[in-house]
């Protein structure tokens, strides 16, 4: 955090009105503190990212973001209090860490190793079926999954082997950003499978009837919206249907569902404490303070959750009111730190 040494003249509101001035000096210095966010983001989030409601409330606040030259050595950037980043490739990685390593005091959001985790479909879902959150009103579940790295043909036996029920989803083992590794199939028989392309994950598709919860995670924050999904399979179509079929992105619509027309059992949200426990375990387990989880509530059930994805740094664009839940979680990375200098002396 940077202290600004100049004494403001008036007591000014963060709605720019200038009242009475009843501050103290230590409260004075304080607000005068700024927060300078460095970020390495694609444009595509940039755009979606920083938008200008976010960066009028973050001016009020003495926060300010400033762009990373990745064409740059970033020690020689800055300096910056926190940096927020989501770019691809190791390369990127490698210069995070390396920052990360000498500059200590730097809040770097998120840790790489801890990104590089999820960015991996099966460690992304390692250790979730086994976190104890009994006394939490619901249940959480991982829908059974295998890794095919090499040949699909002979995987068909493995399948069977390992118990997974047609149909499947198949998924890009790993998510790269690109459209590619978000493009995924519904494999309904055991000859459709040599269609795929390995590596992927084979996932047991649990029927939830068409609606999704898209969890999204700033700090300490939850915010939960429903999306649409896809409909269940029935038996007959299990049965009748055979082959390989691309899967729409539904899911991944700007529009949250409204609660009105749907069926109040599919509708529901899972349960707060269920949630609140989830996320916490997910947050130290995983290290990661931005991030979202997509759930689906097993259709006919009304308390067993599945989680079927995990996501760094999700389309916080769509969360809403998701400006001032950032500047919210910016000003207590900042608070912690002053708290930490303050020890430190
Ligand atoms: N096991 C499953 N059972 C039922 N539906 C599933 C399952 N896995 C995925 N889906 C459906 O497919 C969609 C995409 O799957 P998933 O979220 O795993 O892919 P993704 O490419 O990581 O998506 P995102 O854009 O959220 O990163 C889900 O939102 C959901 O609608
Ligand atoms: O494109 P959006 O802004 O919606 O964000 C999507 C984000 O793309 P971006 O990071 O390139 O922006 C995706 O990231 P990658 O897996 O491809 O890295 C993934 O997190 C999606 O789940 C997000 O959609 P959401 O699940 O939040 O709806
Ligand atoms: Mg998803
Ligand atoms: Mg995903």
Redesign the pocket.
């Known amino acids: 955090m940077r202290d600004n040494n100049i004494m403001p003249k008036g007591n000014e509101t963060d709605d720019g009105e200038v009242g009475i001035d009843t501050t103290s000096f230590e409260q004075v210095q304080q607000q005068q503190k700024k927060l300078v966010i460095g970020y390495a983001l ?1 444009s ?2 940039k755009m ?1 990212f920083l938008q200008p409601k976010l960066e009028v409330l973050a001016r009020k606040k003495g926060i300010s973001f400033v762009s990373i030259d990745q064409d740059k050595p970033l020690s020689e950037q800055g300096p910056f209090d926190v940096v927020l980043h ?1 770019l691809l490739g190791n390369e990127w990685h490698d210069v995070i860490e390396e920052y990360q390593q000498k500059h200590p005091e730097v809040t770097v959001l998120d840790p790489p190793c801890a990104i590089e985790r999820i960015y991996n479909r099966q460690s992304m879902l390692q250790g979730i079926a086994d976190i104890n959150l009994a006394d939490c009103d619901g249940m959480i579940c991982v829908p059974k999954q295998m890794v095919v790295l090499k040949d699909t043909t002979s995987s068909a036996n493995e399948v069977a082997e390992a118990g997974l029920n047609f149909p499947l989803v198949a998924k890009p083992l790993l ?1 790269d ?1 690109t459209a590619k ?2 493009q995924l199939f519904l494999a309904y028989d055991r000859l459709s499978l040599a269609e795929l392309e390995p590596p992927l994950v084979l996932q047991e598709f649990v029927n939830h009837g068409g609606v999704l919860f ?1 969890v999204f995670v700033v700090g300490d924050v939850i915010k939960v919206v429903r999306r649409f999904s896809l409909p269940n399979v029935s038996n007959c179509e299990k049965e009748k249907v055979a082959g390989v079929f691309q899967f729409p992105r539904v ?2 619509s700007a529009a949250s569902v409204d609660k009105t027309d749907l069926d109040p059992r599919v509708a529901e949200l899972p349960p707060k404490p269920l949630l609140e426990g989830l996320v916490r375990e997910l947050r130290n387990r995983l290290g990661l303070r931005l991030f ?1 989880i ?1 759930m689906i509530r097993e259709h006919g059930s009304r308390d067993v959750f599945y989680v079927i ?1 995990i ?5 916080y ?2 969360m809403p009111d998701y400006e001032q839940v950032f500047i919210d979680f910016f000003m207590s990375l900042a608070q912690a730190k002053h708290n930490t200098i303050q020890c430190v002396r």
């Open positions: 694609t595509k989030k979606s989501k998510v950003g590794s978000h898209k899911s991944s979202n997509d994805d996501n760094y740094f999700p389309g664009g769509k």
